[in-house]
């Protein structure tokens, strides 16, 4: 089973601020098959990011994903204040596909 | 608009039993896997299990086999998700959410707890 860690844990920042968020992989993650979700308190998770850097539909242009191999990073260009949440990384290209443990961008 | 919306979840005593159902609109249910995820309180996020597109094939998480079966009705664009044999740390918030390897799609979730 591949191992996802995020990290930082928290990341406190302000709004206009860059948020870089990495996400790291016990094992190779096979043709960049990893994804980024966004958790608002109290609603579900949104689809962010899918194929490592391909933005899901309606996503703006300021969340960004690159990497590959057992590295990657979700990036949020300049933080508006709807994107304080929880972010998570998931792989799936080697089953069982596995959610790493969770980012939270919280207001400085 | 694709939507799911789950419902079905409860307060169950351990040991017990729970149906949830997943009503999917908007897209071609038989032409997708689906999947449920479960988020403990205050949790991350945990894969449950999946089904592809037929019901031929279904995937479970380790702790669960044995004890939840997925299954789906494509006549009714429907999910299920049997619950047999609740324990303690079954308890999370249930979500639906159309597979594509990555999930694009997700319900509202559906509240179970195990509890005596």
């Known amino acids: 089973e591949i191992v996802l860690t995020q990290s930082p844990g928290t990341l406190s920042l302000s709004p206009g601020e860059r948020a870089t968020l990495s996400c790291r992989a016990s094992?190779?993650?096979?043709?960049?098959?990893l994804a980024w979700y966004q958790q608002k308190l109290g609603q579900s998770p949104r689809l962010l990011i899918y194929?490592?850097?391909s933005r899901a539909t309606g996503i703006p242009d300021r969340f960004s994903g690159s990497g590959s191999g057992t590295d990657f990073t979700l990036t949020i260009s300049r933080l508006e204040p709807e994107d304080f949440a929880v972010y998570y990384c998931?792989?799936?290209?080697?089953?069982?596909?596995?959610f790493g443990q969770g980012t939270k961008v919280e207001i400085k | 608009e694709v939507q799911v919306v789950e419902s079905g979840g409860g307060l169950v005593q351990p040991g017990g039993s729970l149906r949830l159902s997943c009503a999917a609109s908007?897209?071609?249910?038989?032409?997708?896997?689906m999947t449920w995820v479960r988020q403990a309180p205050g949790k991350g996020l945990e894969w449950v299990a999946n089904?592809?597109?037929?019901?031929?094939?279904?995937y479970y998480l380790d702790s669960v086999k044995g004890r939840f079966t997925i299954s789906r009705d494509n006549a009714k664009n429907s999910l299920y998700l049997q619950m047999n044999s609740l324990r303690a740390e079954d308890t999370a918030m249930y979500y639906c959410?159309?597979?594509?390897?990555?999930?694009?799609?997700w319900g509202q979730g559906t509240l179970v707890t195990v509890s005596s």
């Open positions: 959410a159309r597979e594509r390897g990555y999930r694009d799609y």
């Open positions: 908007g897209f071609t249910f038989s032409g997708y896997w």
């Open positions: 089904i592809k597109q037929d019901g031929s094939e279904q």
């Open positions: 094992q190779s993650v096979s043709s960049s098959y």
């Open positions: 194929g490592a850097s």
């Open positions: 998931q792989q799936y290209g080697s089953s069982p596909w596995t």
